[in-house]
């Protein structure tokens, strides 16, 4: 990811009398061939140009599918601390080493050859909204070894920042602009401050991390094959020049791949046969292993999908514009990767093939590094759904949810034995692939059934103006990510909502009776305590009366849950 960064920042013009490009000799490649291993990787880049006029101006670096650097690695630099030449050590994730020549036209003599190269610091910086990661580099402050009355001119440090962004095929790209072409001589006095002078680059050499504070940070592809780093640039003077460097990975039989398949199926009141239960599947990877290429689940017997409910599409144009309309959501999903200090999350819909047939089932994940899947359904073996061509990006958990009483259609009792079990194949990008059957978890089953969310309310001091209560919201077998729960017409939340744990209130149409409980990454309990004037009674309670608080509780997964929890008034 970070290598584009260097490269734009350095890539000033080159060797005189040369047209804009990149020289001969251009190479890539980590120091460790094996495949998925965290391997320091290497950039080299000979430079050609002209002019500040030829000098890069933007330049686009595209990594190949596979290798990916870590963000979380380290700590993250902020803006401020790269430009006040202060990212923490920690920070750290690359070196940089330049050979360059410099042109002063207001000394007496019109070019120095510098006589040690320029090196510099590749940062792990705060990305900006909606990207993977941004980082930086410092090129640093330079004594030009000038002979007198020269000797002081210093050559100053350089910072510059890129953004990472996801192509269609899985790789990164990252984009520079607006690189500068020259660069201000500072001097201590008695020379004169701010001479103007043109950095012209001969070669530059990049290295990579390949792990960081004991962490790994660049990661090689997991597929073994010949892989190729593009790049393109435009020079101040609008020419453009492009070229390629290829490096190849080995050892896949040394990459572990070993996904395992888990699910719920059912919730109460739809478990029986007829019923249309709502159903996830978890897809779970150990970080170090392949990445999946295909993936299919084929849904239990006597499990299946309503045929109606497929007439409700949404237009490809539609789903790449995350715009379904909301008949054709039939569920969620999330993913979650060891890259990426938050899931992603968005709904899935059904999307109508261009061609015709069965529609495709569309995955719309937003976050920090989004990503649209489009999935097939199967019939034979099936039914079911399979993801082929996957990008070759580390996930540790997928889940896919299908809501209750929309595409999934059961013609069994599914309390009834056997237990239903799922079938998964999956294929991986270092060419492994492995299949089996897996159990899934019914949810539903009966009054003594275990695994769903529960709640309860308590309600003290109900006679007074400002009654107290208290919240507790408790996961089944899922964590919790919200619970949403309205007060009965004889409550209402007052103008200052002191609440505890995260909790806030909403005032929808001037009625303040509703409150919402959320969790960061997942919680095995959401508690909330509104006390004094967060609370107001506008109507009598009789004591003892049984007040009834309607909540819906959504797990991690997507599933949600309406419970109906009463409170004895006290």
């Known amino acids: 990811m970070v290598a584009a960064a260097a490269l734009t920042l350095l890539a000033a013009a080159p060797s005189a009398h040369a047209a804009f490009g990149f020289g ?37 670096v595209h990594l190949p599918p596979g290798l990916v650097g870590n963000p979380t690695a380290t700590p993250l630099c902020t803006a401020g601390q790269l430009n006040a030449d202060a990212c923490p050590a920690a ?90 072409n020259s660069a201000t001589i500072l001097a201590l006095p008695p020379l004169p ?40 640039a435009t020079a101040w003077d609008d020419d453009a020049a492009s070229g390629e460097a290829t490096f190849e990975t080995d050892g896949c039989d040394g990459v ?44 239990p017997a006597g499990v299946g999908a309503d045929s109606i409910v497929l007439g409700n599409t949404c237009t490809l144009p539609q789903f790449e514009a995350s715009s379904c309309p909301p008949s054709s959501v039939i569920g969620s999903a999330s993913a979650q990767s060891p890259l990426l200090t938050e899931a992603l999350a968005g709904d899935v819909s059904l999307v109508a093939a261009p061609g015709g047939g069965l529609p495709k089932l569309g995955v719309d994940l937003k976050g920090p590094l989004a990503l649209q899947l489009l999935g097939n359904f199967l019939l034979s073996p099936g039914p079911g759904n399979e993801f082929v061509g996957l990008p070759d990006i580390p996930i540790s958990r997928f ?35 492995t299949s089996g059957q897996f159990p899934l978890e019914v949810k539903g089953c009966g009054a003594s059934a275990t695994g769903d969310p529960t709640a309860k309310v308590k309600l003290k001091r109900s006679r007074s103006e400002h009654p107290r209560m208290k919240v507790k919201v408790k996961a089944g077998s899922t964590e919790l990510k919200k619970a949403k729960l309205k007060l009965p017409r004889q409550l209402r939340f007052g103008p200052k909502l002191d609440f505890k744990r995260g909790a806030k209130g909403s005032s929808p149409r001037g009625k303040a009776r509703k409150l919402k409980l959320k969790s960061k990454g997942g919680a095995k309990v959401l508690k909330a305590r509104v006390k004094g004037p967060a609370l107001d009674r506008v109507k009598t309670i009789k004591r003892g009366k049984r007040l009834r608080f309607p909540t819906k509780v959504t797990d991690v997964e997507g599933t949600t849950t309406k419970l109906k929890p009463r409170a004895k008034a006290r």
Do not use: W
């Open 24 to 60: 001969g000799g251009l190479a890539a490649g980590p120091a460790d061939s094996q495949a998925g291993a965290n391997s320091d990787f290497t950039i080299t880049i000979p430079l050609d140009g002209t002019d500040s006029e030829e000098s890069v101006r933007d330049m686009t």
């Open 399 to 433: 889940a896919l949810t299908f809501n209750e009483d929309k595409l999934v259609l059961t013609t069994r009792d599914l309390c009834a034995p056997p237990v239903p079990a799922a079938t998964g194949q999956f294929e991986g990008h270092n060419g492994a692939k």
């Open 256 to 299: 572990p791949f070993s996904p395992e398949l888990s699910g719920t199926i059912g919730s109460p009141g739809h478990t029986d046969a007829g019923t249309k239960p709502p159903l996830t599947a978890v897809i779970e990877q150990a970080p170090n292993e392949a990445g999946l290429s295909r993936a299919a689940v084929i849904l």
């Open 91 to 180: 920070t750290q994730v690359g070196e940089v080493t330049a050979m360059a020549n410099l042109a002063i036209p207001a000394l007496p003599l019109p070019e120095f050859p510098l006589p040690t190269p320029i090196t510099g610091s590749l940062y792990n910086l705060e990305p900006e909204p909606g990207e993977p990661a941004r980082f930086g580099i410092v090129l640093s402050a330079l004594p030009l070894g000038l002979p007198a009355p020269f000797d002081s001119l210093v050559l100053p440090s350089i910072k510059q920042q890129t953004g990472v962004s996801l192509r269609d095929d899985g790789g990164l790209d990252t984009v520079l602009e607006d690189t500068p």
């Open 193 to 232: 401050v701010g001479l103007e002078g043109d950095i012209r680059l001969t070669s530059l050499e990049l290295s990579l991390f390949g792990n960081v504070g004991g962490k790994g940070f660049i990661r090689n592809p997991t597929s073994c094959k010949v892989h190729t780093v593009g790049f393109d």
